[in-house]
């Protein structure tokens, strides 16, 4: 079966930066399953699956308008250090989700002084090349539910 709308596709990869640096992998025994056609993974990669069928092996370059997007400079915020609720621990690379206009966004702590705190709401992969070494291990009819949901259900049901 190829990949096409409404298949789910489980695929192991792992994801290297222009620099080789391993960002990310699937674990050994547990592939990356997801509903195609949804929008559920990068554009970039979702187009790259498709028409490919179970036991196919690649490796892909990813730009970044295909993926995380580029980084937009107005999404780096200095904040004053009292924005932050009193003896809570600050430091370079914390994460957490802060609310915004747009709903809760999650961003990064990129520097802390003693008055301000610079924080970084762009996708921590946005402007990167994402290089993808995939190999597809099922590719199955997604059920009725599934496709009306917009996402894959475990083997067991319907979980969320
Ligand atoms: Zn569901």
Redesign the pocket.
């Known amino acids: 079966m190829l990949i096409g709308p409404n298949s789910v596709v489980s695929f192991h990869y792992r994801l290297t930066n222009d620099a080789g640096q391993v960002l990310d992998a699937s674990a050994e025994d547990a592939p990356l399953t997801y509903l195609h056609g949804a929008g559920n993974i990068i554009p970039g990669l979702e187009r790259e699956l498709s028409g490919k069928a179970t036991g196919a092996e690649f490796t892909v370059a990813i730009q970044p308008e295909d993926a995380y997007g580029e980084r937009q400079p107005e999404l780096i915020q200095e904040v004053p250090r009292t924005a932050f609720p009193e003896g809570q621990p600050i430091e370079e690379g914390m994460r957490f989700t802060a609310q915004s206009p747009q709903g809760p966004i999650s961003v990064t702590v990129t520097a802390v002084a003693d008055e301000a705190v610079t924080i970084d709401a762009n996708h921590p992969l946005a402007g990167e090349v994402l290089h993808f070494q995939v190999t597809i291990a099922e590719v199955r009819a997604a059920t009725e539910?599934?496709i009306s949901?917009?996402?894959v259900?475990g083997p067991d049901g319907?979980?969320?």
Request: hydrophobic letters at 0%; charged letters at 20%; proline letters at 0%.
């Open positions: 539910e599934e949901h917009g996402h259900h319907h979980h969320h």
